[in-house]
């Protein structure tokens, strides 16, 4: 597995709807999405001549440019933000009370 590298990481945070400055405490999910294999039945194929990849669902095959589990890494941010996220304006109001002592 190659690691990733801190922008791909970042990128994949703001694919998925995360603010990396904001919630640093969530980038497990950017990393864990950067670095998923394709699930079972799914092979990933590089595009001749250009340097991204698409996707292929061996029994169907079906294409798609968008990793097979995108969409789960989408929900599980969902999820988390939903049960654990403060609203964003706490974290504002915090932030800006600390810059103004």
Not at 23 to 41: D, F, S
Not at 43 to 60: D, I, M, N, R
Request: aromatic fraction near 6%.
């Amino acid at each position: 597995m190659e690691i990733p590298t801190r922008i791909e990481v970042y990128a994949m945070a703001k694919y998925l709807g995360l603010v990396p400055e904001l919630e640093p405490r969530r980038m497990w999910i950017a990393l864990q999405a950067t670095v998923a294999p394709c699930p079972a039945g799914w092979t990933e194929v590089p595009e001749e001549g250009a340097a991204s990849t698409y996707y292929v669902e061996l029994a169907t095959r079906h294409t798609t440019r968008t990793h097979p589990l995108d969409a789960m890494f989408k929900q599980v941010r969902a999820h988390v933000c939903l049960s654990v996220c403060e609203p964003l304006s706490v974290n504002v109001d915090r932030s800006l009370t600390i810059l103004s002592r």
